[in-house]
C-alpha cells in the first residue's frame, strides 16, 4: 500500500502525547485464559490507530443538571491551567484540549472516539469526525457523564481520545443491498463449510476438552484460512497491525504490551491423509540425517571454518551456494566504528533520540515469541544508561528494532565502510541491522528465513550452531523457534535426541556467515554492537516459499 504521511504540528508549549494504541486491555487480560483475545476482530479494532493519552490524573463528577457548572473537574494538584480538562457544553459532558493540529492527506478525514472495548464506568466518549486535510482549528475531545453523583477518575497517560483516517466520501459511495446468499454460489458453499466444520470442532471439543487453551478455539479466520481447505487466497489478510509512532513525540514511559501469540491448532484425528503426512515427514528426517552424514565425510562439514576476507567468487562457492557457516576474522577491522563504538561515543553521538528497543525481557519465557509485548521507546542516552550499569538480557536494541531506529542511528552510518565483494551497495545505503546490549543479552535457538551476515563489532558473542539436519529433533513448533531455547542447558532438555553442534566466539572485527536454515543461538559475552546485514550479491529470497501453521507465509 502506498505510504501516506498524518502530521501532528504542534504550536509554542505543545506536547501531545500520542502513540500506537494498544491491543491491551485489562478486562481482556482478567478474562478466564485471556479469550476474548482470541477474537480478531476485536485486537485489531483495539489497535488501529493512536491513543491521545491524558496530560495530567483528574477527577470529575456531575449533579444531574444541563448548566456546564453542573459538572466539576478536579485535576491533580500542580496542574498547570492549559492541561487541565473544563466543562465547556453542559449536558454533563466535559472536555479535553488535545495539543495538535493534525493533517492528513487531501480527501481524509480523521475519525476521533474513545479507545475502542475500553468501557468506563459512569462515563461514555463522544465521537466525531474532522475534515484534517483542510481544517486549519484544533479539536478537543469530549465526554458525557451517564450516572450523577458518581465520581469518575482518569490517570495520567491513561488512553483519552483514538484517533485513525477515514476516506472522505467513502461510505456515501457504497451502493447497498441486500441480496439472497444464493446469488453467490461460491461464498454461500464457503459458509456453510464452514459452518459444518465449526459444529464438528465444537463437537470434538465438547467430547474431549483440550488441555490447552488455545485448542479450544477454530482460528480459521484469526489466520486466514478458508475452510474447506486450509488454504489462503487473500494475501493481505492481518492479524496484527503495526502502526508506527509520531515522529518526535515525546517517548511515553510503560508502553502496552501486545497479548502472546495463540498456540495452533491440534490435529483434529489420525485420517489417511494426517497418516500419509506422518510418513512423509518421517521420510524427509531420514533424508536430512542421511544427507548430513553424507556431507560429514568431508571435512569442510565437520567444522565452522575461520578464514581471511575472500574474493566474491571464493566466498560464493565454498561458502554461500553450499550453505555452509564461515567466520571472516577482520572483515571490518578497518572500519571506523571499530575503534570508534565504544558506549560513550554512542552515547555522546545519539544523545537522548528516542529508541525503540526491547524490555522487561526476563520476566517471560516467551521474551522471543512475544517480541511485539517488549516494545518499549526510550531516549538514546537513557538506553545506554541502563546497559552499561547492569548485566544481563533485561534490556535489548535488535535488528526488530531496526526499521522504528533508522533515523536516530543515522548518525552511525558514517563510522561503517562497505562490504562490496559480498553484500550489494547500489542503494547507496548500507542496508545493517543494529543490534546493542550488554553482556548477558541472550537470543534463543532458532533459525532465519534468509542468509544472514553478523558482524561483530564491539565485544564478543558466543553463537552455538546447528545444521538444518538437526531440525526434527530439535521442537520446531512454533514459526522459525525450538522448544529448546538454550541448547546448552542440560537440566531443561532431559529427553532431548543427541545434536552436533558448533561453538564459536566472535571477536570484534569478525563477521560469521549464517546460512539460511541453519539454527543459532547466540549469547553476548561483553557489552557489544553487531549488525546483521541480508542484502548479498546473490538470491536471498528464500523465506517466500516458508511454511507456517499459524498464518499464510508473508515474509521474513
Sequence with gaps: MQKMEITCYVAQGWEPRIRPASTKRDWMDDAPESYPYRC???SIANSHGWDILSPCA???????GQRPDDVTVTPAPGTPDHLKPVALFGLGSFTIHVQGLFRTPEGWNLYVSGPPNAAKDGVAPLAGIVETDWSPYTFTMNWRLTRPGQTVRFEENEPIAHIFPVQRGATEAMEPRVVPLSENPELEKAFHDWSRSRDAFQARVAAHPPSKPADKWQKLYYRGLMPEDG?????????KLRIQPFENAPVIPDAPATPPTPAPETVKDQSAELQDALWKAAKYEWLLETQQQQRSLNIADRTVFRCEPMAAEDFLE?????????VISGLVEDWPARQKWTPDYLSNRIGSAPIECQGERTSNARFELDKD???????????????????????????????ANTQALEPLTKDLGRIDNLLDHSDGKTGGMMWIGPEGTFTPLHHDLTNNLLLQITGRKRVVLLPPSETPKLGNDVH???RYSDILDDTANAGRPEVRAFDVTLEPGDALFLPIGWWH?????DFSVSMTFTNFLWPNEGWKGHPSRTQCPDGP
Design 40 to 42: 480478531l476482530p476485536l
Design 58 to 64: 483528574f477527577e470529575v463528577v456531575w449533579n444531574g
Design 231 to 239: 488454504s489462503c487466497p487473500f494475501p493481505h489478510h492481518q492479524n
Design 318 to 326: 565454498d561458502f554461500y551456494a553450499p550453505g555452509r557457516p564461515v
Design 373 to 403: 509485548a517488549h516494545l518499549r521507546r526510550m531516549p538514546f542516552n537513557s538506553f545506554m544508561d541502563v546497559i552499561t550499569a547492569q548485566q544481563g538480557n533485561e534490556l535489548y536494541l535488535t535488528a526488530y528494532n531496526s526499521d
Design 480 to 482: 522459525v523457534f525450538s
Design 521 to 525: 543461538q547466540v549469547h553476548a559475552l
